[in-house]
């Protein structure tokens, strides 16, 4: 199962990050004075610094860049390739997010529909865990079609999923 190595949207363009990425990513902080050609200010956040921690080199399935034109304004990625869930089908967690000033502009829907269409192609169901009290990702999750709750997780998160090959394009 592989994904392609840059994922684009009508607006975004979803690249995997390189080891110099995820290097970068881990030891900048936020700010302008850190940042590197084309990231937002804000850019990395404390969950980009978590993900690039993950980040597997020649894993498609790791973090991307969201990019709007030139500008980096989040990450977005799976948590690790695809396992086999106890009903036999191949099933990977997802996560994202944005720098505020991203918010609200429908980006953060637009690059996991993006990721979803690629996930669905190789027959891969999607869960995400999401606060309970963060309504602004509820929103995202059920626009792409998370209609699954299976409850919460260790950590008090609501964990959704989405059943592969079921989002319309």
């Not at 390189?18 to 990395?44: C, K, V, Y």
């Not at 894993?59 to 106890?86: C, E, H, K, Q």
């Not at 891969?124 to 309504?135: C, K, L, M």
Request: aromatic share 8%; proline share 8%; with cysteine.
């Amino acid at each position: 199962m592989t994904l392609p190595i840059t994922v684009t949207t009508e607006r975004l363009t979803l690249p995997l990050w390189t080891r110099a990425d995820a290097e970068a990513i881990i030891d900048r902080q936020p700010g302008p004075s850190t940042r590197l050609p084309g990231w937002h200010p804000e850019f990395p956040r404390e969950d980009d610094r978590d993900a690039a921690t993950m980040w597997v080199e020649g894993d498609p399935w790791s973090s991307r860049y969201i990019m709007r034109n030139t500008t980096v304004l989040g990450s977005i990625g799976f948590f690790g390739p695809p396992d086999l869930a106890p009903d036999g089908t191949p099933e990977a967690e997802v996560g994202y997010g944005l720098v505020a000033e991203a918010r609200g502009w429908g980006f953060a829907t637009e690059a996991l529909k993006g990721l979803l269409a690629c996930a669905d192609d190789e027959g891969v169901r999607i869960r995400a865990s999401v606060e309970p009290t963060n309504a602004a990702s509820l929103r995202v999750l059920a626009k792409c079609g998370f209609t699954d709750l299976r409850g919460a997780d260790e950590d008090g998160h609501l964990v959704m999923a989405r059943p592969g090959g079921t989002m319309g394009r």
